[in-house]
């Protein structure tokens, strides 16, 4: 039977990959929306948000975008996103208009000056859903986009963390600080832990009442409150006794200019522990990588050891990058 809290509440459950790309449900309710939706509202100085969305209402990015417009009388326009990426781009609404990308969208309007303009009217461009590069960052600084670089969750209802735009265009690069409905820190082991109203009430079928999640992300929180995600805990690779942190090394892999995308994970190695790998979309062209070009803003110990062209790159609807899939290419 359900639970006291269940039959007051209600519930909803959001879909969440997991560690290891393993399918589970995140339990929410009107409750942790609400203030998820009052914290960002409050945050940004919005009393009414007007969204254009390109993510699929299944994702929480999605599902959040809508539900903003909803409980603050809002214009929500639902938009497909192969649609905007040929030039058909939906009228903005008022002056509040929001909009949510993943890097790799972003990076392919940057490319196209009438993009770059619509862009421009937007109050803010919410972008996450994985690691911005520095090269992408300074370019949207430079075409003085409204970015807010952001840190959140399916199982936070999205955004916890947030950096304003005015922060962004002026130089920094954090994922910014927590919304008043949340509390962040980072324990002593390093991971992320969010404490607060959005919380979700737990995996189903389970039921969580404590509003607590301690994440596998690895963080660090600097001296303006700001919260700077290192990677997960279970991505970071140990190579000959040293630590290596994945986004680190796929900042500097795309800083060289040599990948259009860029993945590096580490593989088990008798000899290292482990070793690090890059894996990037297969060129059409047959022009060898520049190793030393490519290697050269790395430490010795962080330098992949092999290098692995992808003829289908394993990339969802969110943008994402199916990391469990590219895994499995070296296990086989």
């Not at 945050?43 to 969204?51: E, Q, T």
């Not at 700001?226 to 040293?242: P, Q, S, Y």
């Amino acid at each position: 039977g359900l639970a006291p809290e269940e039959i007051e509440r209600g519930w909803l459950m959001i879909p969440s990959g997991g560690t290891g790309g393993r399918l589970k449900f995140a339990r929410h309710d009107g409750a942790t929306v609400a203030a998820a939706v009052a914290g960002f509202a409050e945050y940004f100085g919005l009393s009414r948000v007007h969204a254009v969305n390109v993510l699929p209402l299944n994702h929480v990015s999605g599902l959040m975008a809508w539900m903003r417009c909803i409980l603050t009388a809002g214009t929500f326009n639902a938009w497909d996103w192969t649609r905007l990426q040929a030039g058909e781009r939906p009228v903005i609404t008022g002056d509040a208009g929001v909009i949510s990308l993943v890097p790799t969208q972003l990076e392919r309007l940057l490319r196209e000056p009438a993009a770059v303009d619509w862009l421009r009217r937007f109050a803010v461009i919410f972008l996450g859903g994985g690691p911005v590069w520095p090269d992408l960052a300074d370019r949207a600084a430079a075409a003085r986009l409204p970015i807010a670089l952001s840190y959140g969750m399916t199982e936070t209802a999205a955004l916890v963390t947030a950096l304003r735009p005015a922060q962004f265009l002026a130089g920094s690069r954090s994922s910014g600080c927590a919304l008043p409905h949340v509390g962040v820190a980072v324990g002593s082991d390093e991971r992320v832990r969010i404490e607060g109203e959005s919380v979700f009430r737990g995996y189903w079928p389970g039921w969580n009442v404590e509003p607590t999640f301690v994440t596998e992300d690895l963080g660090r929180i600097d001296e303006r409150g700001e919260l700077h995600v290192l990677g997960r805990r279970d991505a970071m690779i140990i190579t000959g006794g040293k630590k290596v942190f994945p986004v680190e090394v796929e900042a500097a892999l795309r800083a060289s200019g040599e990948f259009d995308d860029v993945v590096v994970l580490g593989v088990p190695d008798q000899e290292w522990g482990e070793i690090v790998v890059a894996f990037y979309p297969q060129r059409l062209n047959s022009r060898a990588l520049n190793l030393e070009r490519v290697d050269g803003g790395l430490a010795s110990f962080q330098r992949p050891k092999r290098y692995i062209a992808v003829s289908d790159w394993p990339r969802n609807a969110q943008g994402k990058v199916n990391r469990a899939a590219l895994r499995a290419m070296v296990r086989d």
